[in-house]
């Protein structure tokens, strides 16, 4: 059952937001030569984006005004001096879509790796929340706009639907400024379509591999002055490994109200249903014996490390409702205003049965201007977002997956404020100059109940400046620089990190583990733009770090969080488009030509991570375990004016990685070979596609991914979780 609440403080928040944001107007567009064209940005790269025409019925109005068509989303990005990414969704969905990684693979300085081949992922991008072996943090996730993560900063990968989105757009770092997002890895936003870019009736399927099993039926039209859109999605499978059937539904609907030319609001409702169970980490020598196996069954009465007599899962309802509302002032200037809840009922039976049942409120309100500064163009973007959540969690003894004798109760509470403002300018025809700041209140409280009585209450404050630079080299390409900082308090999960794996053992204890907020200051330098058959995006930045929150295992499932000494991350993030070839058409056989030309197309990312303790009094300056330092993924693809596509495509961790703090136990590289190939067709019975993928080839026994111990003492430690062996994969979709 979810318990909604109705957080009064967003009233107050935004009208105070609303007061700021006028304020600034005033000042600004009083003071300056007002221009009501849209100055022309030579910043614009031209990244490849190719959308599908206006639907039938949709045609009475471009777009939406809330939500940024595709290749102004794009657009907005090339701005960014600093590293971004731009997905758009028909690109991944030329094969199989379930996980975060199907979406997110072949993007430069994003990791991702599902834990045990269900949507259970582990997400990094420039080494944050590397440690953290469950969950997720580290990085703002939203779903157009609204936050994924709870208002700790926890998150659950599992909420998003990917197949309910219509682009992906990433600001990796410090980027990430304009959203409120304040972490060392940036912000992942999924944006899902409106009744303006959507069809009135789309269908897919997907099966495969250990009976998996993927559907997704949705809508959208325009209908008068409202839109909307409606997508409800399937997911089962019973897993590549014994005890990791999963079975998820997810339901996305949102109406856009247009009042007029110039007043938007939409109002959104997501609702998803997850059971997923947990095959646990194994040993090194289980991963090559056989990498099918779970932790369990064991012979013998039953333990709570048994996982599967003892039914590890992860199941969850979550609830969400939210409303935007877009008003544009006059060409020049606009607000934004946004508003969630989201209610969460989670159980999760591990070394011990957690119950928990969260509320988390939403505020963002934003204000943009485009008035001319001192006779340049100039653009201001002025903000407050506010978060607040509650907790009710509680911890009995598991049972073979049964609730036992409660042992630890807790009342929890988080709250957030982020001021933020940023200003891009063009100080010259070719250089624009880009300065931005956060200032960042959080809050995080507990009531403990039992065992014992124990308060807590720990507030952390941060401010975040960030001074860029673009140079425009030519109209489609670019050189960009940063420095900035970023700032991160501890979630629960960290701060509740002092339960014992046996706590019977210890009757009275105080959950609470004090934590410092990690901060970081980054270094930035990269480029990107278009040149003939060419596209590229490189950034190279360093990042030093204080008070890095570092997870590692006590025991399995059980985690305990540490404040780092010093710590360094250095990457390289780049990734490379090529048409290697590419011909005139010389036949008109096809109903209708999908491109005029025959291409040979390479699309490369590679991501270099070092990252290491600095002058730690344990460690020295051991490598941070947890990550590939060397990580490629590659795709040759052949594209056929029908429609027609196939090719090889391969993934590669060049060298084997820490595991423990201490660097004396490693995970092994590995290279993955896969084939995708598949045919789209525009007819006049609707849009048809059809495609078929191989994954893992050569049926390579790997850890996709692991979790970390303080000193393995250069034994076999039980952290691997195995990547998935050979698997074929098929689907069809239909448009109308």
């Known amino acids: 059952m979810i318990l909604p609440f109705t957080p009064l403080f967003l009233h107050h928040i935004s009208s105070g937001a609303h007061l700021a944001a006028a304020s600034a107007t005033a000042i600004l567009c009083l003071t300056a030569t007002i221009t009501y064209a849209q100055p022309e940005t030579s910043t614009q790269r031209g990244r490849e984006v190719v959308v599908t025409a206006t639907k039938p019925g949709n045609e009475k109005r471009p777009a939406s005004l809330a939500i940024p068509t595709a290749e102004s989303a794009a657009r907005t990005l090339d701005k960014v001096a600093g590293g971004t990414n731009f997905i758009l969704a028909d690109d991944y969905k030329n094969g199989r879509t379930s996980t975060l990684k199907d979406a997110l693979d072949y993007q430069p300085g994003v990791i991702a790796q599902s834990r045990s081949g269900g949507e259970d992922s582990r997400v990094t991008i420039r080494g944050s929340a590397i440690q953290r072996t469950f969950n997720g943090r580290g990085i703002l996730l939203l779903?157009?706009?609204?936050?994924?993560?709870?208002?700790?900063?926890?998150l659950d990968y599992r909420s998003v639907d990917s197949l309910s989105a219509a682009y992906i757009e990433i600001y990796r770092g410090a980027n990430a400024l304009e959203y409120g997002g304040s972490t060392l890895g940036g912000s992942v936003n999924y944006v899902g379509p409106t009744g303006y870019n959507s069809s009135p009736i789309q269908l897919r399927f997907e099966a495969g591999s250990f009976d998996y099993y993927?559907?997704?039926?949705?809508?959208?039209?325009?209908?008068g002055n409202f839109d909307y859109y409606a997508?409800?999605?399937?997911?089962?499978?019973?897993g590549f490994r014994e005890h990791s059937r999963q079975n998820n539904q997810r339901a996305n609907v949102n109406i856009g109200w247009r009042m007029n030319d110039s007043v938007e609001m939409r109002f959104y409702a997501m609702y998803a249903t997850t059971y997923s169970e947990i095959p646990g980490e194994l040993t090194k020598a289980q991963l090559e014996a056989d990498p099918t196996q779970a932790v369990g069954p064991f012979p013998g009465p039953v333990s709570r490390f048994d996982l599967v007599r003892s039914n590890w899962m992860r199941n969850f309802e979550t609830l969400r409702f939210g409303t935007r509302t877009a008003i544009v002032l006059d060409p020049d200037q606009r607000l934004d205003v946004t508003a969630s809840w989201t209610g969460k009922d989670m159980d999760h039976p591990l070394v011990w049965y957690t119950d928990q049942l969260s509320n988390d409120g939403f505020a963002d309100i934003k204000y943009t201007s485009s008035c001319d500064f001192l006779g340049k163009s100039n653009t201001l973007t002025l903000g407050v977002n506010s978060s607040l959540g509650y907790i009710e969690e509680s911890r009995f003894q598991n049972n073979a997956g049964n609730?036992?004798?409660?042992?630890?109760?807790?009342?929890?509470?988080?709250?957030?404020?982020t001021l933020y403002a940023q200003n891009e300018w063009n100080i010259a025809p070719d250089w624009t100059l880009v300065t931005g700041m956060q200032a960042i209140w959080a809050n995080r409280e507990s009531e403990q109940t039992q065992p014992l009585t124990a308060q807590s209450d720990q507030d952390y404050w941060g401010f975040n400046p960030k001074l860029g630079a673009i140079?425009?080299?030519?109209?489609?390409?670019?050189?960009?620089?940063?420095?900035?900082?970023?700032?991160?308090?501890?979630t629960f999960g960290e701060l509740l990190g002092n339960?014992?794996?046996?706590?019977?053992l210890t009757p009275r204890f105080d959950a609470w583990t004090p934590l410092d907020a990690q901060t970081a200051t980054t270094v930035e330098l990269g480029t990107r733009g278009t040149h003939e058959r060419f596209r590229w995006d490189a950034s190279f930045y360093s990042a030093?770090?204080?008070?890095?929150?570092?997870?590692?295992?006590?025991a399995p499932g059980v985690e305990r969080t540490i404040n780092a000494t010093a710590t360094h991350h250095i990457g390289i993030e780049a990734g490379f488009h090529t048409v290697l070839w590419e011909r005139e058409a010389g036949f008109t056989g096809c109903y209708k030509p999908a491109q005029d030309q025959e291409q040979l197309l390479l699309r490369q990312s590679y991501t270099w991570s070092s990252f290491f303790f600095d002058s730690d009094p344990v460690y020295g300056s051991n490598t941070l375990p947890g990550i590939p330092e060397h990580y490629y993924r590659a795709e040759l693809m052949y594209a056929h004016p029908c429609g027609f596509y196939a090719g090889p495509n391969v993934e590669w961790s060049a060298q084997k990685y820490p595991i423990d703090f201490a660097n004396t136990t490693f995970a092994d590289p590995y290279a993955l070979l896969g084939l995708k190939l598949g045919w789209k067709a525009e007819t006049s019975h609707g849009d048809f596609h059809v495609f078929f993928e191989a994954r893992n080839l050569t049926d390579q026994r790997y850890a996709a991914t692991t979790s970390l111990v303080t000193d393995a003492r250069g034994q076999?430690?039980?952290?691997?979780?195995?990547?998935?062996?050979?698997?074929?994969y098929g689907g069809l979709e239909w448009k109308w």
Do not use: C
């Not at 779903?143 to 926890?154: L, R």
């Not at 339960?499 to 019977?504: H, S, T, W, Y």
């Open 499 to 504: 339960v014992p794996a046996f706590p019977e």
């Open 143 to 154: 779903q157009d706009g609204f936050p994924v993560n709870q208002a700790d900063g926890s």
């Open 544 to 554: 030093w770090v204080d008070d890095e929150l570092l997870a590692y295992q006590t």
């Open 231 to 238: 997508g409800f999605t399937h997911f089962s499978q019973d």
């Open 471 to 490: 140079w425009n080299l030519r109209p489609n390409a670019q050189v960009f620089a940063n420095v900035s900082r970023s700032f991160e308090p501890p």
């Open 214 to 223: 993927r559907a997704q039926a949705s809508s959208g039209m325009v209908v």
């Open 716 to 728: 076999d430690a039980q952290v691997y979780w195995p990547g998935d062996g050979r698997a074929f």
């Open 403 to 417: 609730q036992g004798r409660k042992f630890f109760d807790t009342s929890l509470s988080a709250a957030n404020v």
